[in-house]
Nanobody
Framework: QVQLVESGGGLVQPGGSLRLSCTTS????????MGWYRQAPGKQRELVAR???????NYADSVKGRFTVSRDNAKNTVYLHMNSLKPEDTAVYYC?????????WGQGTQVTVSS
């Protein structure tokens, strides 16, 4: 079955950096768009960044210029490189893909930006 497993979250000071990873299994990874979402307490889950099978990317306005999404098809893994982190980036970050109309999610990884 399709599985997505995120890692790399943690506690970081404002202005710091983190790299999140999402390793997948049970799917032909290189064929599918992969997305990163986040959900802060009391807020709706929102799209952070997306990368297509061809490598095209798009970002939420709030993270443009600070976050970069990339993928390594040989490792079936998508990354989210986060720089210049702000307290408002604090959230649980989730990896997502859609296969034939079915959405799959990882378990999430907590990112906390605080001094």
């Amino acid at each position: 079955q399709v599985q997505l497993v995120e890692s790399g979250g943690g506690l970081v000071q404002p202005g710091g950096s983190l790299r999140l990873s999402c390793t997948t299994s049970g799917m032909i990874f290189n064929l599918y768009t992969m997305g990163w979402y986040r959900q802060a307490p009391g807020k709706q889950r929102e799209l952070v960044a997306r990368i297509t099978s061809g490598g095209s990317t798009n970002y939420a306005d709030s993270v443009k210029g600070r976050f970069t999404v990339s993928r390594d098809n040989a490792k079936n893994t998508v990354y989210l490189h986060m720089n210049s982190l702000k307290p408002e980036d604090t959230a649980v970050y989730y990896c997502n893909t859609n296969l034939i109309g079915i959405g799959y999610w990882g378990q999430g990884t907590q990112v906390t930006v605080s001094s």
